[in-house]
């Protein structure tokens, strides 16, 4: 699909995320400030986890490219018992930032979706991430309550 943002066309393909994706996708996933959820935990997924999600039937990974370069991902988990999904991380390279990168990703990811059972689909934002905020509303988003991130890393230690 060609965009046209800031007089500059460009060729975006959006196709879901293969092994050979992971270490960009890694990268930019691990520098990007909106990942930060200011826990102990690892901020971002590893290799391992990623790897087993690409050949998961309940997930939905794609990447974009913009003339043959990395421009971006997105992840999405589908749980086909409960028919929702949760969008867990949207990322654009800065250079393709503010350029419809996030947009096809998203566009492409809800219908992949609509293909299914799923009847929801839910992500979380921070606060001060407005873009991300008009992203999602752009798409029939609605923004709800703020809450606070907590997390824990299991198994449980045995102290």
């Given at each position: 699909m060609a965009e046209e943002k800031e007089g500059v066309k460009r060729l975006v393909e959006i196709r879901k995320m293969t092994e050979a994706d992971l270490n960009k996708v890694i990268e930019l996933g691990s520098s990007s400030d909106e990942m930060q959820t200011g826990t102990e935990?690892?901020?971002?997924?590893?290799?391992?986890?990623?790897?087993?999600?690409?050949?998961?039937s309940n997930g939905i990974l794609l990447t974009?490219?913009?003339d043959?370069?990395?421009a971006g991902f997105i992840l999405t988990a589908y749980n086909p018992d409960s028919k929702d999904a949760y969008i867990h991380t949207i990322a654009a390279v800065d250079k393709f930032r503010g350029k419809g990168v996030g947009d096809q990703l998203?566009?492409?990811?809800?219908?992949?979706?609509?293909?299914?059972?799923c009847n929801h689909v839910y992500c979380l934002i921070k606060p001060d991430n407005e873009p991300a905020r008009k992203l999602?509303?752009?798409?029939?988003?609605?923004?709800?309550e703020l809450f606070h991130y907590s997390d824990r890393m299991l198994p449980r230690s045995k102290t």
């Open positions: 935990s690892p901020q971002f997924y590893g290799r391992e986890t990623l790897s087993k999600w690409v050949q998961s974009a490219e913009s043959g370069e990395f998203l566009e492409r990811t809800l219908a992949e979706l609509e293909k299914t059972e999602f509303q752009k798409h029939g988003f609605s923004l709800g």
